[in-house]
């Protein structure tokens, strides 16, 4: 709907409406304490040791360590998406 976040209140009722479970909420709680920047390293240090384990000649466990990376960046965004726009907009009033 455009525009109709200019409608005051618009916000925290449209939240409300949406809002998480018991079990969504405390999985936000608790992925919001953790720094955005793990889920990167995380992804990155995947990514150097599937390299190392490939230049060993491990390419079957290359490949699985490689494939981590992806759902660390995933992660990431849903940290990212937590701390922006979690259910914490609704309860935190």
């Known amino acids: 709907m455009i525009g109709t976040s200019n409608r005051p209140g618009w916000a925290?009722?449209?939240?409300?409406?949406?809002?998480e479970g018991v079990v969504a909420r405390t999985i936000?709680?608790?992925?919001?304490m953790i720094p955005?920047?793990?889920?990167l390293w995380a992804a990155v240090t995947s990514m150097g040791v599937?390299?190392?384990?490939?230049?060993?000649?491990k390419s079957h466990e290359s490949l699985?360590?490689?494939?981590?990376?992806a759902p660390?960046?995933?992660f990431g965004l849903y940290?990212?998406?937590v701390k922006v726009a979690g259910s914490d907009r609704v309860h935190a009033s």
């Open 79 to 81: 940290n990212k998406v």
């Open 28 to 32: 936000e709680d608790r992925t919001a």
């Open 36 to 39: 955005s920047d793990l889920w």
């Open 12 to 19: 925290t009722s449209e939240a409300r409406e949406h809002s």
């Open 50 to 57: 599937s390299l190392a384990l490939q230049l060993k000649g």
């Open 72 to 74: 660390f960046l995933i």
């Open 64 to 69: 699985f360590v490689g494939q981590w990376a």
